[in-house]
């Protein structure tokens, strides 16, 4: 007789082949959870929780404005094109670019002279060259012109020109040269931005024909 409250196992006897029910170990492994997410299962729920993405706050047109000035000089239409380009509103870069145009960090006006006494006195460009420099960064085109032609007034132009030619030279004199690579050295100054005309002057001062 059994006792109150006691549990018997009565042991089956094994016989030779009998299967005893035990399940086998799974070789498989469950793959690993997606990164950010965590899988809770109970009872048979899943929560997932994923993770906070943290971004920066966006930068102000006023503060990108300022970042870049702070590496080069613009002119205003280089810097409404730079802010444009980085997705700020046409209202909100006019806004910005008035702004400090009326505090005196931006002046195309000094900018350009700068950028015309350096292309032209420095690296000795011819005045269409200059112009179109001039043009490149955004300076006004009467601006451009009124400059261009001050640093070509009173010959400064034609003497530059011909400092150009010397430094090009050097030897042997223009005179043994070929007609082949005179009109080389022709196209070289014309690509710096000088007139044919005062080229071909050039030449002939130098002593060098420019026909075959």
Known sequence: MESPGRC??????????????????????????????????IEGTTDLFMSVNKTKPAESAQAAALRLMGRRDYSCEELRRKLGGKGFPAGEVDGVVGDLERRGLLDDLKLAQRLAQ?????????????????????????????LVEQESADGRAQNRLRKALDLKLRKPPLHILSPREKRRLAGYLRQRGYEWEDIWEALRETGGSTEE
């Open 118 to 146: 350096y292309y032209s006195r420095d690296k000795l460009w011819g005045p269409q060259k200059v112009l179109a420099k001039l043009s490149q960064r955004g300076i006004p085109p009467q601006v451009g012109k009124d």
């Open 8 to 41: 018997f196992l009565r042991a089956t006897p094994l016989t030779p082949g009998h299967d005893i029910g035990i399940p086998e170990m799974s070789n498989s492994i469950s793959p690993p959870a997606e990164p950010g997410v965590c899988h809770n299962e």
